[in-house]
């Protein structure tokens, strides 16, 4: 069978893999559940402690420091969920004028060494630039006071960078592709209903049907 014929026989329906195509195109829009926007941000700290002892001794005490700045490390992670944490931030938010509030518990933390990372989540853009101050000046000015054992003179607190806002859940490859898969899995479902309505069809729609059966075609009825 020839490409044209092909062609004709998909053209003669086309109706079929159209209302195919459409219809799915349609339901997927209307049933299809895209999350809201989420946004993140990161901000990173350097923790230290500073030696006791007389720098001009020989002495284990600066060793002590660095080992001792990671044990802190580890605590303020643990810390920055807290409701205390999130009761300071807001109290810095409230500071600068901001309706902002943020529940204990949206800040997670990661330490490498004496280098801690927070890790936080809001739905909107511009709230969580206000958010992100109030939690740096929350983790310099009144972190150190959850920990006798530190004190302000001899523990520091240093901002490295912050990064975002940014979008935290872009749309997955999934959810780009969903649709074109299947409007095109509807265009091919649509064709082959096509082909398969041909196939059953028994009437014979023109003269070269007849002579590829075996019949002699002696005269035709033109078409009005």
Known sequence: MELKQYAHIVWKRVWIPVLLVAVVAVVTLLTAQTPPPSYGMAIRFSVGMAPQADENEYNYDGYYAWVASEYLADNLTELVSSQGFANDVNAHLEEVGSSVRIPAGIISAETKHRIIRLNMTWGSADELEAIGPAVTTAMVENSIKYFPQSSETSTTITLIDTTGPFLANPPSLRQRLDLPIRLMLALA????????????????????????????????IPKK
Do not use: Q
């Open 189 to 220: 479902a649509g064709i082959g209903l096509t082909f398969l309505l041909d196939y059953l069809d028994d009437s014979v729609r023109g003269k070269a049907e007849l002579e590829a059966m075996g019949i002699t075609v002696l005269a035709e």
